[in-house]
Every structure is written in C-alpha cells, then in structure tokens.
C-alpha cells in the first residue's frame, strides 16, 4: 500500500517565523507551498522550494484569500473571478520559482478558509479547479473525502487525491472537525495507528464514537503543531510495521 505525506510549508513572511519547515520537509512526500496572501513572501516561497528540492519532495501550490492578519482563516465575500485570479495569481507566482530549480507543480491545496468554502459550495469548487485547468490539466487537486472539489472534479476530469488529516479529527461525513485553538497531539503512537487505519481499512473513528468511512490518498500535518514532527516519526514507524509505503501523490 502507498500513500503521500503533505504538510503545509513557507508560511513565514519577514521576520515572523512559522512552523518547522527544515525538519518535517525530511519526513514528508509532499510540500503545500504559501503563495504570499494568506502568509509566505517571495524571498519564503524560493526557499522552500529549494528546500524540498533538496530532499526530493514534490511541490504544490498552497493559495488562499488576501487575509495575512487572520492567516486566510476568515471566510470572505469574493465574486467566483476574483476567486479564480487569486488561484492564477499565486499558483503562477509559485510555478516560477519551481521552473526556477527545475521542479513541476504536483498539485494544488487551496489554503484555509478557501479550502473549507470550497469543500460544501459547488460553484466555488468548479471556479477554484477551472483555474488550475487553465494552467495544467495534470495537476492533482486536494480535497476532503465526500466533498464539492471530489464531485465536480470527476465531473470536469481533473485528478483528485481525497485527503485525510493526522492532526485533527473527522466527521461522519469524512471531514474535518475545525477547532479556534488548532490541533492537539496527545498520544503520538495512538494517533499514527489512528492514520494506520485510514490507509489500511478506510475508517477513522469520529469523536461521538462512529466510524466515518474514508479514502487516504494523501495524509496532511500541520508543520505548525506542537509535536508535529515527533508525529510524523511515529507515523513511518507504524507505516513500516504496516507494510505501508509513503509515496508523492502523483504516483499514488
């Protein structure tokens, strides 16, 4: 069994530092780079993608509303342009810097609040993977299991990778419980089985007690949690006892 490991990265701008990107970027298959609006800067962004060419790991695009002060996590009113030329805007800016170092665009992870609106609204959805399209048909999408990008993505024949989280817990309906004070690492050998069995057998257990039945192609951690990397650690050492394989998503 194979499946991708992706954490969010370049999400430092300036002087303000964020998350440990020197030491997950060695423990992951996958890097969802900032593009500069919701956190990241140009200087950021050719630095990372440095850094996982380094460590041969595959690149995307993590772009997401104009909102540095709330780290893009505020919902905004856009029109679907707008939201298609934030896309273009930032996925562009990032494919220079990979052309750069000789590197492709993997794939696209919209960021935050982005992400989440277009996980339940369809037209956000097809505007958001309409804009990828524009700058490459090949280019894997993230999204939840049961979600808006999943279904008009099939529908549009763009490639999906359902994506599942490490750090946070899931819904019945296979998304993602969203908390104000972030995720929350406990028992790091627990919550790696935990990953274990959504590979494995595609369920996870949801925090009312039911299963919630799922598809793993890809794995996120947030670089940005405390104990991320002592996570991660734990997650190959129980993929290792699994049999399970951590692969780029493109060749999932």
């Known amino acids: 069994m194979r499946v991708d490991i992706n954490c969010d990265m370049g999400e430092s701008f300036g002087l303000y530092q964020m998350g440990n990107d020197?030491?997950?970027?060695?423990?992951?298959?996958?890097?969802?780079?900032?593009?500069?609006?919701?956190?990241?800067?140009?200087?950021?962004?050719?630095?990372?993608?440095?850094?996982?060419?380094?460590?041969?790991?595959?690149?995307?695009?993590?772009?997401?509303?104009?909102?540095?002060?709330?780290?893009?996590?505020?919902?905004?009113?856009?029109?679907?342009?707008?939201?298609?030329?934030?896309?273009?805007?930032?996925?562009?800016?990032?494919r220079e810097f990979a052309k750069a170092y000789q590197m492709e665009l993997q794939h696209c992870k919209p960021h935050g609040a982005l992400y989440m609106m277009a996980m339940s609204d369809e037209k956000i959805a097809r505007v958001i993977?309409?804009?990828?399209?524009?700058?490459?048909?090949?280019?894997?999408?993230?999204?939840?299991?049961?979600?808006?990008?999943?279904?008009?993505?099939?529908?549009?024949?763009?490639?999906?990778?359902?994506?599942?989280?490490?750090?946070?817990?899931?819904?019945?309906?296979?998304?993602?419980?969203?908390?104000?004070?972030?995720?929350?690492?406990?028992n790091v050998h627990e919550m790696a089985e935990r990953v274990v069995r959504m590979v494995r057998e595609g369920k996870v257990r949801t925090p009312d007690g039911r299963d919630a039945v799922v598809r793993a192609d890809t794995i996120c951690i947030h670089g940005d949690t405390p104990g991320a990397v002592e996570l991660t650690k734990a997650i190959h050492a129980a993929f290792q006892s699994a049999g399970i394989t951590v692969a780029p998503v493109q060749k999932i």
């Open 22 to 94: 020197e030491e997950m970027m060695k423990l992951i298959s996958s890097a969802n780079i900032a593009c500069g609006f919701h956190a990241g800067d140009p200087h950021v962004m050719r630095r990372t993608v440095q850094l996982a060419k380094e460590h041969g790991v595959r690149i995307g695009a993590h772009p997401g509303f104009p909102d540095m002060m709330g780290f893009g996590r505020r919902f905004m009113t856009c029109t679907p342009e707008e939201i298609r030329d934030y896309i273009l805007y930032q996925t562009g800016a990032l």
């Open 129 to 186: 993977l309409e804009g990828l399209a524009m700058i490459s048909e090949k280019m894997i999408v993230f999204a939840l299991n049961g979600s808006a990008v999943e279904a008009v993505g099939q529908q549009m024949g763009i490639p999906v990778a359902r994506e599942v989280y490490a750090d946070r817990e899931h819904t019945e309906d296979g998304s993602i419980v969203l908390t104000r004070s972030g995720p929350t690492i406990a």
